[in-house]
């Protein structure tokens, strides 16, 4: 369909963003990865207003990670790793209480890509009976819900009463035809998976996978 070009969303520059933010040496390029993110914020723009407040938020965190890396040492803020290890060196990684690193505002983008990686999972084995909210709240509930505020707990779940079927959302995503839909999701998928397992390892070898 028409909006199926140009600017619009498209979920295969999602999958060509996250597949080269990974490099041969398993590093992840952060500004691969935040120009995956900058898709996914056009994703949920068009669904609609409900979901700007969510957005607002993604752009938040992507903002604080670009102004980082356009100070003096922003060259340390290349890869994933390099990121890490720069706060880490110069202790500006605070584990006790809220500061804006790079690591705890990646850490924020890292555990909403688990919500992503299970809800296209669902939506691609989904069937026409399937409730595309119910698919958006399991995976919250598995993925982000442990980590959020009772607050924020209940203005997700009305935002999720707010999603489209999902005819709109295979339209949103470019799916012509149903089959295609399960294949082009299970790519997708599988290119979120690989740069959040490396993510997930980095975080956990540091011991920063609970930062504040
Ligand atoms: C398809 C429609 C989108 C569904 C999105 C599912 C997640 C909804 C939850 C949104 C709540 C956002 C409100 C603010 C949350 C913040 O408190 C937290 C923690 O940040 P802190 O307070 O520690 O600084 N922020 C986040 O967890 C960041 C990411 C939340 C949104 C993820 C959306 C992912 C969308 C993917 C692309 C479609």
Redesign the pocket.
């Known amino acids: 369909s028409k909006h199926c070009s140009g600017q619009d969303f498209q979920i295969s520059r999602v999958l060509v963003s996250f597949n080269s933010a990974v490099t041969k040496e398993e590093e992840v390029l952060l500004e691969q990865y935040l120009v995956g993110w900058d898709e996914?914020?056009k994703?949920?723009e068009a669904?609609g207003t409900v979901?700007s407040?969510?957005?607002q938020?993604?752009k938040g965190?992507i903002g604080i990670l670009r102004e980082l890396q356009s100070t003096a040492r922003g060259n340390e803020y290349y890869s994933v790793r390099s990121m890490m290890d720069h706060e880490l060196r110069h202790n500006l990684v605070n584990f006790h209480k809220?500061t804006n690193s790079g690591c705890?505002?990646l850490l924020?983008?890292h555990?909403?890509?688990k919500?992503?990686e299970l809800?296209l999972h669902k939506l691609g084995m989904s069937s026409d009976e399937s409730n595309t909210s119910d698919l958006?709240q399991e995976?919250?509930n598995e993925a982000?819900a442990p980590?959020?505020?009772w607050l924020?707990r209940q203005?997700?779940s009305m935002?999720?009463l707010a999603?489209p079927e999902r005819k709109v959302f295979f339209d949103i995503v470019c799916i012509e035809h149903e089959g295609e839909a399960q294949l082009v999701l299970e790519r997708t998928v599988r290119s979120i998976v690989r740069v959040y397992n490396i993510m997930q390892e980095a975080y956990h070898s540091r011991g920063m996978l609970n930062l504040?």
């Open positions: 996914l914020i994703f949920m669904l979901f407040f969510i957005s938020e993604v965190k809220q705890r505002t924020r983008l555990r909403a890509l919500w992503l809800f958006c995976a919250y982000l980590y959020h505020s924020v203005a997700a935002a999720f999603l504040p």
